[in-house]
């Protein structure tokens, strides 16, 4: 079965660069955000995690604990991850998943059941291993983001996103394209504008399926 939007995120247990982790006590009562890499010592790759590691204050800051994977042992991990803190110019303060065995990709559905690792591989051979997953503390699957090996995730959109999805939990809002923090959001089709304006305020109704207000900070 495909994982969708809403379901409990696959429980696995796990070996990292910083020990054995069973995930979903590893989330705790936080967000979690998994991205996935097809190998180590990759260009793309490398830039994502340093990306990643430079972001992970800004991450806490919102509750929410940032986890790599990658296609490859523990120990090719550890000497990878002076590379991406080369890179970054800052540490990579976050456990990378060794997932040699492909147990998670294939859990996750970025792999088919079949799949195996041959001698000599290259990234070509686990390309699809390049899923971003956002999951609440509740263990749901809030997002699921997949990019192709020759384009780097934009880590500000997957922080954008996370602040859209906290935020949109304090009331009945959604958020409109190209949203930024701090900019209108929309009021929720099951509040009608007249309810809406008693709970929130001043509305723009720009149709009557389309109503912005400004969200209390």
Same mark, same amino acid.
């Given at each position: 079965?495909?994982?969708?939007?809403?379901?409990?995120?696959?429980?696995?247990? !796990?070996?990292? @660069?910083?020990?054995?982790?069973?995930?979903?006590?590893?989330?705790?009562?936080?967000?979690?955000?998994?991205?996935?890499?097809?190998?180590?010592? @990759?260009?793309?790759?490398?830039?994502?995690?340093? !990306?990643?590691?430079?972001?992970?204050? &800004?991450?806490?800051k919102r509750?929410?604990?940032?986890?790599?994977?990658?296609?490859?042992?523990? &120990?090719e991990h550890?000497?990878?991850?002076?590379?991406?803190?080369?890179?970054?110019?800052? %540490?990579?303060?976050?456990?990378?998943?060794?997932?040699?065995?492909?147990?998670?990709?294939?859990?996750?559905?970025?792999?088919?059941?079949?799949?195996?690792?041959?001698?000599?591989?290259?990234?070509?051979?686990?390309? @699809?291993?390049?899923? @971003? =997953?956002?999951?609440?503390? %509740?263990?749901?699957?809030?997002?699921?983001?997949?990019?192709?090996?020759?384009?780097?995730?934009?880590? %500000?959109?997957?922080?954008?996103?996370? %602040?859209?999805?906290?935020?949109?939990?304090?009331?009945? =809002?959604?958020?409109? !394209?190209?949203?930024?923090?701090?900019?209108?959001?929309?009021v929720g089709?099951?509040?009608?504008?007249?309810?809406?304006?008693?709970? =929130?305020? &001043?509305? &723009?109704?720009?149709?009557?399926?389309?109503?912005?207000?400004?969200?209390?900070?």
């Amino acid at each position: 079965m495909a994982l969708r939007i809403n379901d409990i995120a696959p429980n696995f247990t !796990a070996d990292t @660069t910083e020990g054995q982790i069973d995930f979903h006590d590893w989330i705790g009562d936080s967000y979690a955000v998994l991205f996935s890499h097809p190998k180590d010592f @990759t260009p793309v790759c490398t830039t994502e995690f340093g !990306a990643a590691a430079r972001l992970s204050g &800004e991450f806490a800051k919102r509750n929410a604990k940032i986890i790599g994977l990658s296609v490859d042992p523990v &120990e090719e991990h550890l000497k990878w991850k002076a590379d991406i803190e080369t890179y970054a110019g800052c %540490d990579a303060s976050f456990p990378i998943i060794a997932d040699d065995g492909l147990k998670v990709a294939k859990l996750y559905d970025m792999l088919p059941a079949e799949a195996y690792l041959p001698d000599g591989r290259t990234p070509n051979d686990s390309a @699809t291993v390049r899923t @971003t =997953f956002i999951i609440n503390p %509740d263990k749901k699957i809030e997002l699921m983001l997949i990019y192709p090996m020759t384009v780097g995730r934009n880590f %500000d959109e997957i922080l954008r996103v996370l %602040d859209a999805i906290q935020g949109n939990k304090t009331g009945p =809002f959604a958020t409109p !394209a190209n949203w930024r923090p701090g900019e209108d959001v929309i009021v929720g089709l099951s509040v009608s504008t007249e309810d809406a304006r008693a709970q =929130f305020g &001043e509305i &723009e109704e720009i149709f009557p399926y389309l109503r912005k207000v400004k969200r209390a900070s």
